[in-house]
């Protein structure tokens, strides 16, 4: 099964809207049920739903590894949301996913880039 993105802009606003279809697994059901409700636009705002930051972290963490670990590009985004969000990240459920997508040694090494503990 693969996953697949594609992206949305708004030519009028040059806005870019990344859209990563999620699997039919344990680990999508679970981003759904985290989403977190936002808007988005100006004079008639649009109502979506946005990843949460762990999220986000996890399935790019996922991406790049699938990806045989060469995607410069993934892990800087990794890193840049882990260094934005780090006291409001939720570290006990990135450990614990990242452990059950077989993620654990590259979530660490994001952490340590990202100058965050590694430590539980």
């Given at each position: ?7 949305l ?7 870019k ?15 759904l049920?985290r ?5 988005v ?7 979506v739903?946005i990843a949460?930051?762990?999220d ?42 990242a452990?059950?997508?077989g ?18």
């Open positions: 099964m693969n996953q697949s993105s594609f992206n802009i708004h030519r009028d606003s040059m806005s809207l990344d859209v990563f279809v999620v699997w039919r697994t344990e680990f999508g059901r679970t981003q049920d989403r977190q409700r936002t808007q636009g100006g004079a008639d705002p649009l109502q739903f949460s930051a762990e986000t972290i996890l399935a790019k963490l996922d991406w790049y590894h699938r990806g045989g670990c060469v995607s410069d590009r993934q892990w800087r985004d990794v890193i840049g949301v882990l260094k934005v969000q780090a006291g409001r990240l939720d570290l006990a459920y990135l450990r614990d996913w452990a059950r997508l993620l654990t040694n590259l979530l660490r090494r994001a952490l340590v880039n990202a100058g965050l503990p590694t430590d539980e």
